[in-house]
């Protein structure tokens, strides 16, 4: 069948990315390998991705069928900071005569930053989980029907791709998913509006991710062996924590006029 195929391609395509990016550590310059390396492995997310939903943006879509902020940010931490590790072994092997390529040293500050994206992919759900046992009021009909059909007409779908469970706001396929998701509010009272809580937290992700990957390719330049990856800023990793802290906070406040019948 049609769908067989497709699965078939995509697990070729798979297996063929693993054995790039062992290729790739080995032949290329510690550079070269961290660059193609980082690039193979989003090319796995996203085939990955694709596979499962038919989507190329698959793997950053969760529950609510809405490209998720919190998933976005734990995949590009991943693929940067595994990624770097992967091209620092394979760097190893050929230059470490005797020695555990393996050994090499990663800074606590990256563990950190690590923690602090899991928990919020692992938060988040929970959070969103108390918004489906309770209503909006149910005076607020009106104004329930017409933020769903304005949320609908921001992403160019239909009234009937958009649905309230709860007081949250889901689409009722992947294919509805927007990239817009990522910036904007979750429950049917800001569903229409920007979320400055995840843009700012976009923000801190995106510069601290691009400033260490800048970080990662002078230390690969220099050549290997690679004994330790480069540190993070305490102080930038303490911001992205209280960013974090405070987008789970936002996501955590009521923003949808509730019925106190079926309140928590």
């Known amino acids: 069948t049609t769908n067989d195929n497709w699965s078939n391609q995509h697990t070729v395509a798979l297996i063929a990315i693993l054995i790039a990016v062992t290729v790739a550590g080995l032949v290329l310059t510690p550079a070269q390998a961290f660059v193609a390396?980082?690039?193979?492995?989003?090319?796995?997310?996203?085939?990955?991705?694709?596979?499962?939903?038919?989507?190329?943006?698959?793997?950053?879509?969760d529950d609510r069928n809405k490209v998720s902020l919190s998933r976005l940010q734990l995949t590009l931490w991943t693929v940067v900071v595994l990624g770097a590790f992967l091209a620092a072994a394979l760097t190893n092997v050929g230059d470490v005569s005797g020695a555990n390529p393996l050994a090499i040293s990663i800074p606590e500050q990256l563990w950190y930053v690590m923690g602090i994206s899991t928990t919020a992919v692992v938060a988040s759900p929970l959070i969103r989980s108390g918004k489906r046992d309770v209503k909006p009021q149910e005076a607020d009909k009106e104004t329930t029907a017409a933020n769903l059909q304005l949320v609908a007409n921001q992403r160019g779908l239909t009234k009937e791709d958009v649905a309230a469970r709860g007081v949250e706001v889901v689409n009722r396929q992947p294919k509805d998913s927007r990239w817009s998701d990522v910036l904007q509010g979750e429950e049917i009272g800001n569903g229409p509006n920007l979320d400055l809580g995840k843009v700012q937290n976009l923000f801190f992700t995106l510069v601290l991710v691009v400033a260490y990957m800048a970080a990662l390719l002078a230390e690969f330049r220099e050549g290997g062996p690679i004994l330790s990856l480069p540190a993070l800023d305490t102080g930038m990793v303490t911001l992205l924590g209280i960013s974090h802290g405070g987008y789970l906070a936002y996501k955590a406040t009521p923003h949808t006029a509730r019925d106190q019948g079926r309140g928590r």
């Open 37 to 61: 390396i980082g690039l193979l492995m989003f090319g796995f997310v996203i085939i990955a991705g694709r596979g499962v939903t038919g989507l190329w943006r698959g793997a950053l879509i």
